[in-house]
């Protein structure tokens, strides 16, 4: 008598290395609503499986707390693809540009590493500019813009000297950044409705770089 075993089919799942600070993990932003967790939601969407993003980010740190950060959470293993979005706590505490670049070269490195030392694995995200919103009131905006404009420059110039994908969502900061649908309650940090357009805009590239 013949018998018959069913076949199990094995779905092969991405995985999502977020690293960062406020803007990854989503400050007074529900999980699902921060912008690595929608880029799931939205690769999900084209067909793409990924397992919930891993998140190493906090709000207010800069980029050598990140750089503690990884390696006090001992990262080991591989991902499929790494975001990587910091820089805006260095500007907001006045630190210099070139500081910026060394710090940031090295966290670049780092995900670089995580990507299984693919450098078209990585995703690195403009910082936004946080300037416009209603917390900068009173505030140098223009200057604060120039800063963030600087940061972005050297950020942007790091990322692809490097072979690594570069988004720019500032622009999308500044136009919505006295809308109240696109502001978290503190008037400072981007609603889900904001994230929701970074998160369009990378799960785009990421679908182009790793989708079959």
Not at 169 to 188: F, H
Request: charged share 15%.
């Amino acid at each position: 008598m013949l018998s018959f075993h069913p076949i199990i089919k094995t779905i092969f799942m991405y995985t999502y290395l977020a690293l960062g600070d406020s803007y990854t993990i989503g400050e007074q932003v529900p999980a699902e609503g921060n912008f690595p967790h929608q880029t799931v939601q939205q690769l999900a969407a084209m067909g793409m499986a990924v397992t919930p993003p891993v998140i190493v980010a906090t709000t207010g740190w800069t980029t050598d707390e990140l750089a503690t950060a990884i390696r006090e959470h001992n990262i080991t293993g591989t991902y499929s693809f790494v975001s990587l979005l910091i820089g805006v706590n260095n500007q907001y505490r006045g630190r210099s540009v070139d500081n910026y670049r060394m710090e940031f070269t090295t966290l670049l490195l780092q995900a670089i590493q995580f990507a299984g030392g693919k450098p078209d694995r990585v995703f690195v995200l403009s910082i936004p500019d946080w300037g416009v919103t209603p917390f900068a009131e009173g505030r140098d905006r223009a200057q604060i813009a120039t800063e963030i404009d600087a940061y972005n420059a050297a950020c942007r110039d790091i990322t692809l000297a490097h072979g690594c994908h570069f988004t720019s969502i500032t622009e999308s900061t500044r136009a919505n950044g006295t809308n109240p649908q696109y502001l978290a309650p503190d008037g400072l940090h981007p609603s889900a409705d904001e994230y929701a357009i970074w998160a369009g805009r990378l799960a785009t590239k990421v679908k182009a770089t790793l989708g079959h």
